[in-house]
């Protein structure tokens, strides 16, 4: 119920989007302090019987499928030496993953939550990474600054993604990538791709991977139901069930039937 409100609020107004996630992620990050909780997405399984396990350390293997989308989106392009930017970067499982995993030279998460950004701060203290706040739709890096701008799972709540591309294209050196990977209702495809194209960035690679995201929906369901009985007041729970896309909620049939898609891409910028 709470659910179907917000998706009709924040299809009326870009504002009213942005306000209702940022409160939303805000609550999030203020009132569950729990270093182990580190992502907030649906997670990936690779399908392909051929495909490598992905060599994990134990203390990151609770978080396998959402290790899995980020290293999907995050090896589009090698990583190493170059100074990378992930955008809405919300509790930092994935900025840390990559920085401690493909060896950038920098690692900078940003996201508009600050309460998100000062949980990061605190949770992860190494070398080369580090987290501030910052509004996708109005970065204040300077132009040329990244080599690539990895981004998962957050553009939906933007207010305006022509605003989002317009920043993503200025703050990244030529050359650079793009790596980018959300969810879409179907209807709203053709419009993402005339945003894409409207960007001036360069599509190199697209991938459908929304078989892939259901598959770790399917896998990490029962995980995540356990984990949501014990943290969250029962007035909240279907709240907190449908943000996860566990079985039965709005999301997770509607990657199944098809009117939702979950794409990947990788864009260069290869006109200034
Ligand atoms: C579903 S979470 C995904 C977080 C992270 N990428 C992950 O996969 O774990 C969406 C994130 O987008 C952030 N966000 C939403 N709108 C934003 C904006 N306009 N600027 C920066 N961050 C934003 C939220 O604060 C939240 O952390």
Same mark, same amino acid.
């Given at each position: 119920m709470?659910?179907?409100?917000? %998706?009709?609020?924040?299809?009326?107004? @870009?504002?009213?989007?942005? &306000?209702i996630?940022?409160?939303?992620? $805000?609550? &999030?990050?203020? #009132?569950?302090?729990?270093?182990?909780?580190?992502?907030?997405?649906?997670?990936?399984?690779?399908?392909?019987p051929?495909?490598?396990q &992905?060599r994990? $350390?134990e203390?990151? +293997?609770?978080?396998?499928?959402?290790?899995? !989308?980020?290293? #999907?989106?995050?090896?589009?392009?090698?990583?190493?030496?170059a100074?990378?930017? =992930? %955008?809405? /970067?919300?509790?930092?499982?994935? /900025?840390y993953y990559?920085?401690?995993y493909?060896?950038?030279?920098?690692?900078?998460?940003?996201?508009?939550? +600050?309460?998100a950004v000062?949980?990061?701060?605190q949770?992860?203290?190494?070398?080369?990474?580090?987290?501030? *706040?910052?509004?996708? =739709?109005?970065?204040?890096?300077?132009d040329?600054r990244f080599?690539?701008?990895?981004?998962?799972?957050? /553009?939906?709540c933007?207010?305006?993604?022509?605003?989002?591309?317009?920043?993503?294209?200025?703050?990244?050196?030529k050359?650079?990538?793009f &790596?980018?990977?959300?969810?879409?209702?179907?209807?709203n495809i053709?419009?993402?791709? =005339?945003q894409?194209?409207?960007s001036?960035?360069?599509l190199?690679? +697209?991938?459908?991977?929304?078989?892939?995201?259901?598959?770790?929906l399917d896998?990490?369901?029962?995980r995540?139901?356990?984990?949501?009985?014990?943290l969250?007041?029962?007035? !909240?729970l279907? *709240?907190?069930?449908?943000?996860?896309g566990?079985k039965?909620?709005?999301?997770?049939?509607?990657?199944?039937?098809g009117?939702?898609?979950?794409?990947s891409?990788?864009l260069?910028?290869?006109? @200034?």
């Amino acid at each position: 119920m709470i659910a179907k409100l917000v %998706i009709r609020l924040c299809q009326f107004s @870009p504002y009213l989007k942005r &306000l209702i996630w940022r409160k939303w992620y $805000d609550l &999030l990050a203020g #009132h569950y302090q729990q270093r182990d909780w580190s992502f907030m997405n649906y997670g990936y399984v690779p399908l392909n019987p051929d495909a490598e396990q &992905l060599r994990l $350390d134990e203390a990151d +293997e609770p978080n396998r499928y959402c290790i899995q !989308l980020y290293h #999907h989106v995050a090896s589009g392009v090698n990583l190493k030496d170059a100074d990378v930017l =992930e %955008i809405s /970067s919300g509790r930092g499982g994935g /900025s840390y993953y990559i920085n401690r995993y493909l060896e950038p030279k920098t690692m900078v998460g940003v996201d508009y939550s +600050e309460k998100a950004v000062a949980f990061c701060n605190q949770s992860y203290c190494i070398d080369g990474l580090s987290f501030v *706040t910052g509004d996708a =739709e109005l970065l204040s890096f300077k132009d040329n600054r990244f080599d690539v701008i990895v981004n998962v799972e957050a /553009s939906h709540c933007y207010g305006s993604k022509d605003a989002f591309l317009t920043q993503v294209k200025r703050v990244l050196r030529k050359d650079g990538y793009f &790596l980018y990977a959300d969810l879409h209702g179907k209807g709203n495809i053709d419009t993402l791709y =005339e945003q894409l194209r409207r960007s001036g960035l360069t599509l190199i690679k +697209e991938t459908n991977i929304t078989p892939n995201v259901l598959e770790a929906l399917d896998l990490d369901n029962n995980r995540k139901t356990v984990l949501i009985q014990q943290l969250v007041p029962k007035v !909240l729970l279907n *709240t907190f069930q449908q943000f996860a896309g566990l079985k039965g909620t709005t999301i997770y049939e509607g990657l199944r039937s098809g009117s939702v898609i979950y794409l990947s891409f990788v864009l260069q910028k290869q006109q @200034p």
